[in-house]
């Protein structure tokens, strides 16, 4: 289930404790001051517990590949997806993962100052230090060779990656990375999945920038098809 994940041991990020966490299809990597793998256990139980019963009575959450309309009462996680994927224009699902590693991570940080979370390429991060993200970027001369500088910040952010060519998530395109880097990681998660779903071939990268600039909330894009790369927001490119 969970494919080639050698990845992870490239952003270890330094003074922190890395560990595991698998709860059914989520398989997040978590680095913080100390190893808090029983308490993000349960949270991850809850998480899904909230998106699991939802989807019991509301089916089309699981399916849509468009936006729903107001859930009516409904748990946060479930209210922040609907929220993300509407301002994208995808389907709801396209926010799980970081949805995940934002509530898992936000509610960890009540036992740590610093958090990395990361769920198959989406991460949620509170980091008292700038932080470089490896590019994973399978069919790319810009994989694990290039990475996203991002500055030292106050508050957490999400940094998320949607791939045509790599992992099992839904896309409809062909890009070898589409990174989104916002404040809210369901909103980077969902903005990546639409991103994404635009490329196809390296001719779509611009027109595929200009509409994520135009969402708002998001701070950051880069994208990558084969050897070309688009860069956009508050972002540095550096080499590793």
């Known amino acids: 289930m969970f494919e080639n994940r050698t990845y992870r041991a490239q952003h270890q990020k330094k003074g922190l404790v890395s560990f595991e966490v698998t709860v059914k299809e989520t398989n997040l990597n978590i680095q913080a001051h100390t190893d808090l793998t029983d308490k993000a256990i349960k949270l991850v139980l809850t998480c899904r517990n909230h998106i699991e019963t939802y989807i019991t009575f509301h089916p089309e959450f699981a399916t849509s590949f468009t936006p729903?309309?107001?859930?009516?009462?409904?748990?946060?996680?479930?209210?922040?997806?609907?929220?993300?994927?509407?301002?994208?224009?995808?389907?709801?699902?396209?926010?799980?993962?970081?949805?995940?590693?934002?509530?898992?991570?936000?509610?960890?940080?009540?036992?740590?100052?610093?958090?990395?979370?990361?769920?198959?390429?989406?991460?949620?991060?509170?980091?008292?230090?700038?932080?470089?993200?490896?590019?994973?970027?399978?069919?790319?001369?810009?994989?694990?060779?290039?990475?996203?500088?991002?500055?030292?910040?106050?508050?957490?952010?999400?940094?998320?990656?949607?791939?045509?060519?790599?992992?099992?998530?839904?896309?409809?395109?062909?890009?070898?990375a589409a990174t989104v880097f916002s404040d809210s990681c369901p909103l980077a998660d969902a903005t990546a999945t639409k991103l994404g779903n635009m490329i196809n071939t390296a001719?779509?990268?611009?027109?595929?920038?200009?509409?994520?600039?135009a969402i708002p909330g998001i701070n950051g894009i880069v994208i990558i098809k084969g050897e070309k790369i688009g860069l956009w927001g508050d972002l540095k490119l550096v080499k590793i």
């Open 203 to 213: 001719a779509d990268i611009n027109a595929a920038i200009d509409a994520g600039k």
């Open 68 to 176: 729903l309309q107001n859930p009516g009462p409904a748990p946060g996680i479930i209210r922040d997806m609907i929220d993300a994927s509407t301002l994208a224009n995808v389907g709801p699902m396209a926010a799980v993962a970081g949805a995940v590693a934002e509530y898992t991570g936000k509610s960890l940080l009540a036992f740590t100052s610093e958090i990395l979370v990361e769920n198959g390429g989406d991460i949620f991060i509170k980091s008292d230090t700038d932080t470089i993200f490896s590019i994973y970027a399978k069919n790319s001369p810009f994989s694990m060779t290039t990475g996203i500088q991002v500055k030292k910040r106050d508050t957490p952010y999400g940094m998320c990656t949607s791939s045509g060519t790599l992992g099992h998530s839904k896309s409809f395109g062909k890009a070898d």
